[in-house]
């Protein structure tokens, strides 16, 4: 099993910086993408930004730019820089990573709030 404990996050003014922290345990071998996915209320979860086991990084388009993610499988962390927050960043924000053979593993969640 994988476990995955998020901190981080908050209310921040727009155009303010947060940073999300996530530290994966358990059976961390078998990760091969670890990242953030967020939802805002009556929305989708979707994929924020997301780092492989080769290291290679993948962004929304909303957030290039923007935010960065980094550490990795390796570290068994991942972070999430986010700059230049916008309100529409409002989201809960989950530390995701895809399990080999099990799918995907979710973190607690963490809520952003961005104010205008």
């Known amino acids: 099993q994988v476990q995955l404990v998020e901190s981080g996050g908050g209310l921040v003014q727009s155009g303010g910086s947060l940073r999300l922290s996530c530290a994966a345990s358990?059976?961390?071998?078998?990760?091969?993408?670890i990242g953030w996915y967020r939802q805002a209320p009556g929305k989708q979860r979707e994929l924020v930004a997301e780092i492989s086991s080769d290291s290679t990084s993948n962004y929304a388009d909303s957030v290039q730019g923007r935010f960065t993610i980094s550490g990795g499988i390796a570290e068994n962390m991942v972070y999430l820089q986010m700059n230049n927050l916008k309100p529409e960043d409002t989201a809960v924000y989950y530390c995701s990573a895809h399990v080999l053979y099990y799918g995907y593993k979710w973190g607690q969640g963490t809520q952003v709030t961005v104010s205008t």
């Open positions: 358990g059976n961390t071998k078998r990760i091969n993408h």
